[in-house]
Protein backbone atom coordinates (compact mmCIF):
# COMPACT_ATOMS: atom_id res chain seq x y z
CA UNK A 1 0.00 0.00 0.00
CA UNK A 2 2.65 2.14 0.90
CA UNK A 3 4.25 2.70 -2.71
CA UNK A 4 1.22 3.96 -3.84
CA UNK A 5 0.13 6.41 -1.66
CA UNK A 6 3.65 8.36 -0.42
CA UNK A 7 3.67 11.52 -3.09
CA UNK A 8 6.32 11.55 -5.46
CA UNK A 9 8.71 13.48 -4.33
CA UNK A 10 11.83 12.75 -6.25
CA UNK A 11 13.84 15.77 -7.76
CA UNK A 12 15.86 14.28 -9.72
CA UNK A 13 14.59 11.19 -11.79
CA UNK A 14 12.94 11.30 -14.90
CA UNK A 15 10.68 8.83 -13.47
CA UNK A 16 9.57 9.34 -10.07
CA UNK A 17 6.92 7.04 -9.14
CA UNK A 18 8.12 3.88 -8.06
CA UNK A 19 6.66 0.52 -10.43
CA UNK A 20 5.96 -2.19 -8.23
CA UNK A 21 6.32 -5.86 -9.21
CA UNK A 22 3.43 -7.07 -7.50
CA UNK A 23 -0.36 -5.47 -7.48
CA UNK A 24 -0.35 -3.42 -4.57
CA UNK A 25 -3.89 -4.63 -2.68
CA UNK A 26 -5.45 -0.99 -4.10
CA UNK A 27 -4.69 -2.35 -7.45
CA UNK A 28 -6.29 -5.58 -6.71
CA UNK A 29 -9.30 -4.55 -5.31
CA UNK A 30 -10.09 -2.04 -7.80
CA UNK A 31 -9.58 -4.58 -10.57
CA UNK A 32 -12.36 -6.86 -8.78
CA UNK A 33 -14.88 -4.15 -8.71
CA UNK A 34 -14.25 -3.19 -12.18
CA UNK A 35 -14.81 -7.16 -13.16
CA UNK A 36 -17.87 -7.35 -10.87
CA UNK A 37 -19.46 -4.35 -12.48
CA UNK A 38 -18.67 -5.69 -16.24
CA UNK A 39 -20.18 -9.08 -15.24
CA UNK A 40 -23.26 -7.24 -14.13
CA UNK A 41 -23.34 -5.67 -17.43
CA UNK A 42 -23.37 -2.28 -15.47
CA UNK A 43 -20.33 -1.51 -17.69
CA UNK A 44 -18.63 -1.15 -20.44
CA UNK A 45 -14.50 -1.75 -20.58
CA UNK A 46 -14.22 0.30 -23.76
CA UNK A 47 -16.58 3.27 -22.28
CA UNK A 48 -13.89 3.18 -19.46
CA UNK A 49 -10.92 3.69 -21.96
CA UNK A 50 -12.42 6.47 -23.87
CA UNK A 51 -13.39 7.94 -20.70
CA UNK A 52 -9.41 7.59 -19.80
CA UNK A 53 -8.11 8.49 -23.12
CA UNK A 54 -9.93 11.97 -23.13
CA UNK A 55 -8.41 13.06 -19.72
CA UNK A 56 -4.84 11.37 -20.88
CA UNK A 57 -5.04 12.88 -24.43
CA UNK A 58 -7.29 15.36 -25.31
CA UNK A 59 -8.39 17.11 -21.89
CA UNK A 60 -5.28 19.19 -20.45
CA UNK A 61 -3.25 22.27 -19.62
CA UNK A 62 -2.55 23.09 -23.28
CA UNK A 63 -6.50 23.85 -23.71
CA UNK A 64 -5.84 26.05 -21.02
CA UNK A 65 -2.57 27.54 -22.67
CA UNK A 66 -4.45 28.38 -26.09
CA UNK A 67 -6.79 30.32 -24.31
CA UNK A 68 -4.17 32.48 -22.60
CA UNK A 69 -2.35 33.07 -25.61
CA UNK A 70 -5.34 34.19 -27.24
CA UNK A 71 -5.96 36.61 -25.05
CA UNK A 72 -2.08 38.24 -24.97
CA UNK A 73 -2.60 38.87 -28.80
CA UNK A 74 -5.88 39.57 -29.27
CA UNK A 75 -7.45 42.35 -26.83
CA UNK A 76 -11.25 41.64 -28.34
CA UNK A 77 -10.64 38.25 -27.28
CA UNK A 78 -9.51 39.36 -23.53
CA UNK A 79 -12.11 41.57 -23.21
CA UNK A 80 -14.85 38.97 -23.76
CA UNK A 81 -12.63 36.47 -21.25
CA UNK A 82 -12.73 38.03 -18.60
CA UNK A 83 -16.57 39.75 -19.17
CA UNK A 84 -17.92 36.51 -19.89
CA UNK A 85 -14.86 33.78 -19.30
CA UNK A 86 -16.98 30.80 -20.16
CA UNK A 87 -18.23 31.27 -23.25
CA UNK A 88 -15.00 32.83 -24.55
CA UNK A 89 -13.39 29.55 -23.42
CA UNK A 90 -16.08 27.68 -25.05
CA UNK A 91 -15.74 29.38 -28.53
CA UNK A 92 -11.85 27.93 -28.59
CA UNK A 93 -14.28 24.87 -27.89
CA UNK A 94 -13.20 24.32 -24.18
CA UNK A 95 -16.15 23.23 -22.25
CA UNK A 96 -17.75 20.51 -19.96
CA UNK A 97 -17.62 19.02 -17.06
CA UNK A 98 -15.86 21.35 -14.08
CA UNK A 99 -15.91 23.85 -16.38
CA UNK A 100 -19.36 25.18 -16.41
CA UNK A 101 -19.55 28.47 -14.55
CA UNK A 102 -16.19 29.78 -15.59
CA UNK A 103 -14.49 33.13 -13.79
CA UNK A 104 -10.82 34.00 -14.93
CA UNK A 105 -8.26 36.30 -12.75
CA UNK A 106 -6.13 38.44 -14.37
CA UNK A 107 -2.25 39.16 -12.83
CA UNK A 108 -0.78 42.33 -13.24
CA UNK A 109 2.72 43.55 -11.86
CA UNK A 110 0.92 44.67 -8.86
CA UNK A 111 -2.00 41.53 -8.48
CA UNK A 112 -1.21 38.12 -7.99
CA UNK A 113 -3.66 35.57 -8.38
CA UNK A 114 -3.34 31.90 -6.73
CA UNK A 115 -6.13 29.48 -6.86
CA UNK A 116 -6.78 26.23 -4.40
CA UNK A 117 -9.77 24.21 -3.00
CA UNK A 118 -8.62 23.55 0.52
CA UNK A 119 -12.03 21.59 1.06
CA UNK A 120 -11.80 19.17 -1.85
CA UNK A 121 -10.05 19.39 -5.16
CA UNK A 122 -11.84 21.47 -7.15
CA UNK A 123 -10.49 22.26 -10.69
CA UNK A 124 -11.34 23.34 -13.73
CA UNK A 125 -11.08 20.21 -16.44
CA UNK A 126 -11.79 21.71 -19.53
CA UNK A 127 -8.59 24.29 -19.66
CA UNK A 128 -6.33 22.37 -17.31
CA UNK A 129 -7.65 18.65 -17.25
CA UNK A 130 -6.76 16.59 -14.07
CA UNK A 131 -5.42 18.64 -11.06
CA UNK A 132 -1.91 17.50 -10.26
CA UNK A 133 -1.14 15.49 -6.94
CA UNK A 134 0.10 18.35 -5.36
CA UNK A 135 -2.90 20.76 -5.84
CA UNK A 136 -5.12 18.05 -4.09
CA UNK A 137 -2.25 17.12 -1.61
CA UNK A 138 -2.69 18.18 2.33
CA UNK A 139 -0.10 20.82 2.26
CA UNK A 140 -0.92 22.69 -0.77
CA UNK A 141 -4.72 22.88 0.70
CA UNK A 142 -4.07 23.64 4.08
CA UNK A 143 -1.03 26.16 3.08
CA UNK A 144 -2.37 28.23 0.58
CA UNK A 145 -4.96 29.65 1.92
CA UNK A 146 -2.61 30.96 5.16
CA UNK A 147 0.80 31.12 4.18
CA UNK A 148 0.39 31.69 0.02
CA UNK A 149 3.72 33.89 -0.19
CA UNK A 150 5.48 30.79 1.67
CA UNK A 151 3.98 28.36 -0.68
CA UNK A 152 5.12 30.66 -3.88
CA UNK A 153 8.47 30.49 -2.57
CA UNK A 154 8.28 27.09 -2.72
CA UNK A 155 7.20 27.27 -6.29
CA UNK A 156 10.70 29.74 -7.13
CA UNK A 157 8.14 32.87 -6.68
CA UNK A 158 9.69 35.44 -4.62
CA UNK A 159 6.70 38.21 -5.08
CA UNK A 160 7.87 41.90 -3.76
CA UNK A 161 5.62 42.73 -0.59
CA UNK A 162 4.25 45.70 -2.23
CA UNK A 163 2.32 42.93 -4.81
CA UNK A 164 -1.71 42.47 -3.28
CA UNK A 165 -2.15 38.48 -3.38
CA UNK A 166 -5.45 37.39 -4.06
CA UNK A 167 -6.20 33.61 -3.12
CA UNK A 168 -8.98 31.66 -4.20
CA UNK A 169 -10.81 28.83 -2.82
CA UNK A 170 -13.24 27.30 -4.74
CA UNK A 171 -15.75 26.47 -2.01
CA UNK A 172 -18.47 26.43 -4.99
CA UNK A 173 -18.96 25.30 -8.08
CA UNK A 174 -17.27 28.44 -10.15
CA UNK A 175 -13.97 27.13 -11.47
CA UNK A 176 -11.18 29.61 -11.88
CA UNK A 177 -8.32 29.82 -14.29
CA UNK A 178 -5.53 32.64 -13.89
CA UNK A 179 -4.32 34.23 -16.72
CA UNK A 180 -0.88 35.28 -16.19
CA UNK A 181 1.25 37.94 -17.42
CA UNK A 182 2.61 37.58 -20.89
CA UNK A 183 6.53 37.60 -20.50
CA UNK A 184 8.79 40.84 -21.39
CA UNK A 185 10.60 40.11 -24.44
CA UNK A 186 7.83 37.83 -26.48
CA UNK A 187 6.35 40.97 -28.58
CA UNK A 188 7.82 39.13 -31.61
CA UNK A 189 6.32 35.58 -31.20
CA UNK A 190 2.86 34.35 -32.62
CA UNK A 191 0.13 33.11 -31.15
CA UNK A 192 1.15 29.44 -31.02
CA UNK A 193 4.60 29.95 -29.83
CA UNK A 194 3.10 32.05 -27.10
CA UNK A 195 1.02 29.31 -26.36
CA UNK A 196 3.61 26.50 -25.87
CA UNK A 197 5.19 29.54 -23.12
CA UNK A 198 2.24 28.70 -21.11
CA UNK A 199 2.58 26.45 -18.12
CA UNK A 200 -0.32 24.35 -15.99
CA UNK A 201 1.21 26.28 -12.95
CA UNK A 202 0.96 29.44 -13.98
CA UNK A 203 -2.62 29.48 -14.77
CA UNK A 204 -3.12 27.81 -11.36
CA UNK A 205 -1.19 31.22 -10.13
CA UNK A 206 1.71 29.33 -8.33
CA UNK A 207 4.20 30.15 -10.80
CA UNK A 208 4.83 33.17 -13.56
CA UNK A 209 5.40 32.72 -17.74
CA UNK A 210 9.28 32.79 -18.33
CA UNK A 211 9.82 34.11 -21.23
CA UNK A 212 11.81 31.54 -23.75
CA UNK A 213 15.05 32.01 -23.05
CA UNK A 214 15.24 31.96 -19.31
CA UNK A 215 14.65 27.75 -19.31
CA UNK A 216 11.30 27.91 -17.96
CA UNK A 217 9.37 24.95 -17.77
CA UNK A 218 7.00 25.07 -21.02
CA UNK B 1 -19.25 18.68 8.85
CA UNK B 2 -16.23 19.66 10.88
CA UNK B 3 -14.23 17.13 9.11
CA UNK B 4 -10.47 16.37 8.24
CA UNK B 5 -11.12 17.61 4.80
CA UNK B 6 -11.30 20.89 5.90
CA UNK B 7 -7.95 21.63 5.67
CA UNK B 8 -7.32 25.44 5.17
CA UNK B 9 -5.03 26.92 7.43
CA UNK B 10 -3.79 23.52 9.24
CA UNK B 11 -0.61 23.19 9.98
CA UNK B 12 2.18 19.96 10.27
CA UNK B 13 1.21 18.98 6.29
CA UNK B 14 4.72 19.41 5.28
CA UNK B 15 6.01 21.11 1.91
CA UNK B 16 4.31 21.24 -1.39
CA UNK B 17 6.16 18.54 -3.55
CA UNK B 18 5.01 19.06 -6.94
CA UNK B 19 6.26 16.66 -9.58
CA UNK B 20 8.20 17.16 -12.70
CA UNK B 21 6.33 15.83 -15.81
CA UNK B 22 3.62 14.61 -13.58
CA UNK B 23 1.46 11.94 -15.64
CA UNK B 24 -2.25 12.48 -14.99
CA UNK B 25 -2.82 8.99 -13.48
CA UNK B 26 0.48 7.63 -12.02
CA UNK B 27 -0.99 3.93 -12.48
CA UNK B 28 -3.59 2.11 -13.99
CA UNK B 29 -5.95 1.09 -11.09
CA UNK B 30 -6.16 5.07 -10.64
CA UNK B 31 -7.27 5.52 -13.95
CA UNK B 32 -9.72 3.00 -13.94
CA UNK B 33 -11.17 4.32 -10.81
CA UNK B 34 -11.35 7.91 -12.18
CA UNK B 35 -13.61 6.21 -15.51
CA UNK B 36 -15.21 3.68 -13.49
CA UNK B 37 -16.49 6.44 -11.10
CA UNK B 38 -17.36 9.02 -13.94
CA UNK B 39 -19.51 6.01 -16.10
CA UNK B 40 -21.63 5.04 -12.96
CA UNK B 41 -22.31 8.88 -12.15
CA UNK B 42 -23.23 9.88 -15.11
CA UNK B 43 -24.88 6.58 -16.29
CA UNK B 44 -26.91 5.67 -12.71
CA UNK B 45 -29.63 7.90 -10.80
CA UNK B 46 -29.59 9.26 -7.66
CA UNK B 47 -26.49 11.43 -7.59
CA UNK B 48 -24.99 14.58 -6.95
CA UNK B 49 -21.34 16.77 -6.79
CA UNK B 50 -22.08 17.68 -3.27
CA UNK B 51 -23.30 14.09 -2.35
CA UNK B 52 -20.10 12.89 -3.74
CA UNK B 53 -17.94 15.29 -2.13
CA UNK B 54 -19.96 14.41 1.33
CA UNK B 55 -19.62 10.63 1.04
CA UNK B 56 -15.70 11.54 1.13
CA UNK B 57 -15.89 13.47 4.16
CA UNK B 58 -17.56 10.82 5.84
CA UNK B 59 -14.49 8.41 5.41
CA UNK B 60 -13.31 7.95 9.25
CA UNK B 61 -10.72 10.47 9.76
CA UNK B 62 -7.74 8.49 9.64
CA UNK B 63 -8.36 6.28 6.82
CA UNK B 64 -8.79 9.69 5.19
CA UNK B 65 -5.32 11.12 5.82
CA UNK B 66 -3.78 7.67 4.98
CA UNK B 67 -5.28 7.32 1.59
CA UNK B 68 -4.22 8.51 -1.48
CA UNK B 69 -6.98 10.74 -3.57
CA UNK B 70 -7.74 8.02 -5.59
CA UNK B 71 -7.72 5.81 -2.74
CA UNK B 72 -10.39 7.98 -1.57
CA UNK B 73 -12.47 7.77 -4.75
CA UNK B 74 -12.02 3.82 -4.76
CA UNK B 75 -13.61 3.62 -1.30
CA UNK B 76 -16.07 6.14 -2.29
CA UNK B 77 -17.31 4.09 -5.00
CA UNK B 78 -17.48 0.89 -3.25
CA UNK B 79 -20.16 2.99 -1.19
CA UNK B 80 -22.09 4.45 -3.63
CA UNK B 81 -22.87 1.72 -6.01
CA UNK B 82 -23.77 -0.34 -2.89
CA UNK B 83 -26.24 2.95 -2.13
CA UNK B 84 -27.56 3.81 -5.57
CA UNK B 85 -28.37 0.06 -5.61
CA UNK B 86 -26.49 -0.72 -8.75
CA UNK B 87 -24.78 -3.92 -6.56
CA UNK B 88 -24.88 -5.38 -3.01
CA UNK B 89 -22.15 -5.19 -0.51
CA UNK B 90 -21.98 -9.06 -0.47
CA UNK B 91 -21.18 -9.36 -4.25
CA UNK B 92 -18.82 -6.52 -3.32
CA UNK B 93 -17.21 -8.97 -1.03
CA UNK B 94 -17.46 -12.30 -2.79
CA UNK B 95 -16.57 -10.31 -6.36
CA UNK B 96 -18.80 -11.87 -8.18
CA UNK B 97 -22.36 -11.50 -9.13
CA UNK B 98 -25.16 -12.60 -6.94
CA UNK B 99 -28.07 -13.36 -9.40
CA UNK B 100 -28.32 -13.98 -13.58
CA UNK B 101 -29.86 -10.98 -13.95
CA UNK B 102 -26.81 -9.08 -15.80
CA UNK B 103 -27.88 -6.01 -17.37
CA UNK B 104 -28.11 -6.25 -21.49
CA UNK B 105 -26.90 -2.71 -21.79
CA UNK B 106 -24.45 -1.02 -19.54
CA UNK B 107 -25.14 2.56 -18.24
CA UNK B 108 -22.54 4.19 -20.61
CA UNK B 109 -21.37 3.34 -23.92
CA UNK B 110 -17.83 4.02 -25.21
CA UNK B 111 -19.79 6.15 -28.31
CA UNK B 112 -21.60 7.93 -25.58
CA UNK B 113 -18.15 9.10 -23.82
CA UNK B 114 -17.41 12.00 -25.68
CA UNK B 115 -21.17 13.38 -25.19
CA UNK B 116 -20.71 12.82 -21.61
CA UNK B 117 -17.43 14.39 -20.77
CA UNK B 118 -18.43 17.59 -23.03
CA UNK B 119 -21.85 17.61 -20.36
CA UNK B 120 -22.16 20.78 -18.89
CA UNK B 121 -24.08 19.94 -15.71
CA UNK B 122 -24.17 23.75 -13.85
CA UNK B 123 -25.39 24.22 -10.71
CA UNK B 124 -26.73 27.76 -11.77
CA UNK B 125 -30.49 27.92 -11.90
CA UNK B 126 -32.70 30.49 -13.63
CA UNK B 127 -34.94 31.09 -10.86
CA UNK B 128 -36.09 34.46 -9.24
CA UNK B 129 -34.65 34.68 -5.75
CA UNK B 130 -33.89 37.71 -3.48
CA UNK B 131 -30.60 38.32 -3.24
CA UNK B 132 -29.88 39.92 0.58
CA UNK B 133 -26.89 40.99 -0.38
CA UNK B 134 -25.26 43.67 -2.68
CA UNK B 135 -21.54 43.79 -3.62
CA UNK B 136 -19.43 46.49 -1.66
CA UNK B 137 -21.56 45.58 1.39
CA UNK B 138 -19.82 44.01 4.13
CA UNK B 139 -20.98 40.51 5.66
CA UNK B 140 -19.97 38.43 8.54
CA UNK B 141 -19.65 34.09 7.46
CA UNK B 142 -21.99 32.66 9.96
CA UNK B 143 -20.11 31.17 12.84
CA UNK B 144 -22.38 28.07 12.20
CA UNK B 145 -20.85 23.88 12.97
CA UNK B 146 -23.37 21.62 10.93
CA UNK B 147 -22.83 18.27 11.30
CA UNK B 148 -23.61 17.27 7.63
CA UNK B 149 -22.50 18.59 4.24
CA UNK B 150 -21.07 22.71 4.02
CA UNK B 151 -19.03 24.47 1.74
CA UNK B 152 -18.22 27.06 4.30
CA UNK B 153 -15.06 26.21 5.70
CA UNK B 154 -13.67 26.86 9.30
CA UNK B 155 -11.15 29.57 9.28
CA UNK B 156 -13.77 31.61 7.64
CA UNK B 157 -16.69 30.98 10.45
CA UNK B 158 -17.51 33.94 12.28
CA UNK B 159 -15.08 36.31 10.06
CA UNK B 160 -16.02 39.71 8.81
CA UNK B 161 -15.73 40.14 4.71
CA UNK B 162 -16.63 41.98 1.42
CA UNK B 163 -19.17 41.06 -1.18
CA UNK B 164 -17.10 41.84 -4.32
CA UNK B 165 -20.02 40.22 -6.61
CA UNK B 166 -22.71 38.17 -6.81
CA UNK B 167 -22.32 35.27 -9.00
CA UNK B 168 -25.99 34.38 -9.44
CA UNK B 169 -28.58 31.66 -7.93
CA UNK B 170 -26.62 27.96 -7.02
CA UNK B 171 -27.95 25.13 -6.00
CA UNK B 172 -27.38 25.00 -1.99
CA UNK B 173 -24.95 22.16 -1.61
CA UNK B 174 -25.69 22.04 2.57
CA UNK B 175 -29.16 20.52 1.70
CA UNK B 176 -28.15 18.78 -2.03
CA UNK B 177 -25.69 16.40 -0.40
CA UNK B 178 -28.37 15.30 1.64
CA UNK B 179 -30.78 15.03 -1.10
CA UNK B 180 -33.09 17.38 0.96
CA UNK B 181 -33.62 19.54 -2.04
CA UNK B 182 -31.70 22.11 -3.69
CA UNK B 183 -32.77 25.40 -2.26
CA UNK B 184 -31.39 27.36 -5.22
CA UNK B 185 -29.86 31.05 -3.83
CA UNK B 186 -27.74 33.49 -4.62
CA UNK B 187 -23.58 32.78 -4.41
CA UNK B 188 -21.71 35.94 -4.08
CA UNK B 189 -17.81 35.91 -4.13
CA UNK B 190 -16.44 37.11 -0.54
CA UNK B 191 -13.38 38.91 0.07
CA UNK B 192 -11.49 38.70 3.70
CA UNK B 193 -8.30 40.41 4.43
CA UNK B 194 -5.83 37.74 5.15
CA UNK B 195 -5.21 39.88 9.19
CA UNK B 196 -9.03 39.28 9.38
CA UNK B 197 -8.45 35.76 8.92
CA UNK B 198 -5.05 34.30 10.72
CA UNK B 199 -4.48 37.89 12.60
CA UNK B 200 -1.39 40.29 12.66
CA UNK B 201 1.06 38.60 11.77
CA UNK B 202 -0.52 38.10 8.22
CA UNK B 203 0.41 40.75 5.18
CA UNK B 204 -1.87 43.61 4.68
CA UNK B 205 -1.64 42.61 0.94
CA UNK B 206 -2.88 39.20 1.31
CA UNK B 207 -6.83 38.35 0.65
CA UNK B 208 -8.81 35.34 0.10
CA UNK B 209 -11.87 34.95 -2.03
CA UNK B 210 -14.31 32.28 -0.90
CA UNK B 211 -17.72 31.66 -2.65
CA UNK B 212 -20.54 31.96 -0.55
CA UNK B 213 -24.04 31.10 -0.30
CA UNK B 214 -26.95 33.09 0.89
CA UNK B 215 -27.41 30.69 3.84
CA UNK B 216 -23.42 31.38 4.81
CA UNK B 217 -23.71 35.09 5.64
CA UNK B 218 -25.39 37.64 8.22
CA UNK B 219 -25.40 41.11 8.15
CA UNK B 220 -22.89 43.39 10.10
Not at chain 2, 76 to 99: C, F, H, W, Y
Not at chain 2, 165 to 191: I, M
Not at chain 2, 196 to 218: I, P, Q
Request: glycine share 8%; proline share 7%; hydrophobic share 40%.
Amino acid sequence: MGNAKKGPVAQDHDHDHQHQAVPSDVALRVKALESLLVEKGLVDRAALDAVVDSYEKKIGPRNGARVVARAWVDPAYKKRLLADPTAAIAELGYSGGQGEDMVVLENSPKIHNLVVCTLCSCYPWPVLGLPPVWYKSAPYRSRAVIDPRGVLREFGLDLPEDVEVRVWDSTAEIRYLVLPERPAGTEHLREESLAALVTRDSMIGVTKVSPPQAGGRA
Amino acid sequence: MNGVHDMGGMHGMGAVAPEKDEPVFHEEWEARVYALTRVVRAGAGRWNIDAGRYEIERLPPAEYLRMSYYERWAARLRIQIVKMGLVTQAEIDNGSPAGRSARSTPLLTAAMVPAMVARRISTKRDVRVRATFKPGQRVRARNIHPTGHTRLPRYARGRLGTIIADRGVFVFPDTNAEFLGEKPQHLYSVRFTARELWGDRASRRDFVYLDMWDDYLERV
